[in-house]
């Protein structure tokens, strides 16, 4: 089972990368890492996922450590509408039930 | 286009009373999710349902109650049981029966009990 491990908050000045971290440490060969990020008062939206390998999208970059035990999410060029809480999942549970933590408040300032 | 609907956006109610959040995917999605937030905190798992006819318990099941009538219809209940019913629902679906995948949320609701 998967369960994550994030910090509570982080900064970021607005055009640099940012990098937020994720500990998976029981994640099990086979379960995908997810992230998400939600904006004040509406629903979380999809960012990226991962197995083993790095990927890229449109929107981030998922870096996955070959031992799948951590990962890192990069924005490339943060700006000010980034400002959101951003949220490491995993699927835990027989059944698969997505679990969500705090997550991690990322503020991009100017 | 597809997408999650939620309704209503805003509600309130008065202690005591039992109240319905409608949520429909027109995604054509197998499992479907309640989750609660409350102010400056995560979601929390309520309650899922994998296919028609079958749901399970989330975390904090007590005092809600949902159904699974049809594959595009999962409301979800609040009963008076529930102790602090004032929150931000949400609802989300996906694709598929093991949970990998896009999750699709809806715009949510926000319940506020007098």
């Known amino acids: 089972d998967a369960k994550t491990t994030q910090p509570t908050s982080m900064d970021c000045a607005e055009g640099r990368a940012a990098n937020l971290p994720c500990n998976h440490s029981t994640i099990s060969g086979n379960e995908y890492v997810y992230w998400y990020r939600q904006i004040h008062s509406q629903g979380p939206q999809y960012i990226i996922h991962?197995?083993?390998n790095n990927e890229t999208n449109e929107m981030a970059s998922l870096i996955i450590t070959e031992d799948r035990k951590s990962s890192t999410l990069i924005l490339p060029h943060a700006t000010l509408r980034d400002t959101a809480v951003y949220y490491c999942i995993g699927p835990e549970g027989s059944q698969g039930n997505l679990i969500f933590g705090k997550g991690t408040k990322l503020s991009v300032k100017p | 286009d597809g997408g999650i609907t939620q309704s209503p956006k805003y509600l309130f109610r008065k202690e005591g009373q039992n109240v319905t959040l409608s949520c429909e995917q027109n995604l054509n999605h197998d499992a479907m999710y309640w989750y609660r937030q409350d102010p400056g905190q995560g979601l929390r798992l309520i309650y899922y349902?994998?296919?028609?006819?079958?749901?399970q318990k989330g975390d904090i099941a007590e005092g809600y109650s949902v159904s699974r009538e049809k594959k595009e219809s999962f409301p979800l209940t609040v009963t008076s049981a529930q102790k602090n019913p004032t929150a931000f629902y949400l609802c989300a679906s996906i694709r598929g029966t093991g949970a990998t995948g896009e999750l699709f949320f809806g715009e949510g609701s926000r319940l506020t009990v007098l």
């Open positions: 349902s994998q296919i028609v006819n079958d749901f």
């Open positions: 991962g197995l083993k």
